[in-house]
């Protein structure tokens, strides 16, 4: 039996230390479209983290979610000028991984509330609010943290780390985040998760419209147009037959 207080240690170290500390760390080495392109496969990821504790789900959401990579993939190779493959491998293999520990670390904590055999029950009310598991899960890798910082010994970081990680914390890591445990604590079927998993991939979309506003980015070319349909329309057939499931069971 899994003390709670470990359970979290485990769910937050992998969850969240690992998943950001990779691609950070990729961040030194790759450039951005490496890295955005390379995360996209935890939508694929997610499939395997749900087989892996044994759900199942449907053949057509492989079929879902490769088009949605595929599109993705083709958004963030759009505008691809020079490749370097030692560059592209110390950016895209760390990613690959934090890819898997990001989608595991939040199935551990859904597995543990649906009362997984092998996972401590946690029926706690406090845990119907989404803002409370990213509390528990950023707590509970704060000792991968600390080990972290007397393993590498960093220098202090400036003002503008400071200023810049403030910023990515309170968007991404407690904003999204919570949004996104949300959706999945209100999943109850493994199609449902990867359906919620899956709309990870429409974070591109948005990093193109972001760009043109604020930075003056042209306009996407016709690749990046085919693949932003290609996005569109694998997540249209996530929700159209997910819809399609809920009208059967009702």
Same mark, same amino acid.
């Given at each position: 039996m899994w003390n709670i207080g470990f359970f979290w240690t485990v769910a937050g170290s992998i969850g969240f230390g690992c998943f950001y500390a990779l691609l950070c760390f990729s961040a030194d080495y790759a450039p951005g479209w490496v890295i955005a392109a390379t995360w996209q496969l935890t939508i694929i990821a997610s499939l395997f983290v749900l087989m892996f504790f044994?759900?199942?789900f449907p053949k057509r959401i492989w079929v879902f979610s490769t088009i949605v990579v595929v599109g993705v993939g083709l958004i963030n190779t759009s505008h691809i000028t020079?490749?370097?493959f030692a560059e592209f491998a110390k950016g895209a293999f760390p990613v690959l991984i934090a890819a898997f520990c990001y989608p595991f670390g939040n199935q551990l904590v859904w597995e543990s509330k649906h009362g997984h055999k092998h996972f401590p029950k946690i029926d706690s009310p406090l845990l119907e609010n989404a803002f409370n598991k990213v509390l528990l899960l950023s707590l509970g890798s704060l000792p991968?943290?600390?080990?972290?910082?007397?393993?590498?010994?960093?220098?202090?970081?400036?003002?503008?780390? !400071?200023?810049? @990680?403030?910023l990515v914390a309170l968007l991404s890591g407690l904003v999204a985040t919570? &949004? /996104? $445990?949300?959706?999945?604590?209100?999943?109850?079927?493994?199609?449902?998760?990867?359906? !919620?998993?899956? @709309?990870?991939?429409?974070?591109?979309?948005?990093?193109?419209?972001?760009?043109? &506003? /604020? $930075?003056?980015t042209a306009l996407p070319n016709a690749q990046a147009w085919l693949g932003i349909i290609l996005v569109f329309i694998g997540l249209g057939f996530f929700i159209y037959f997910q819809?399609?499931?809920?009208?059967?069971?009702?």
């Open positions: 044994g759900r199942v020079t490749f370097h991968f943290w600390i080990l972290l910082v007397l393993f590498i010994d960093p220098p202090m970081p400036s003002m503008g780390q !400071v200023l810049n @990680t403030s919570t &949004l /996104f $445990l949300l959706a999945r604590h209100q999943a109850h079927t493994s199609s449902e998760l990867a359906a !919620v998993d899956a @709309t990870q991939s429409s974070e591109v979309i948005f990093a193109l419209l972001g760009e043109m &506003l /604020f $930075l003056g819809k399609k499931e809920c009208a059967v069971h009702d």
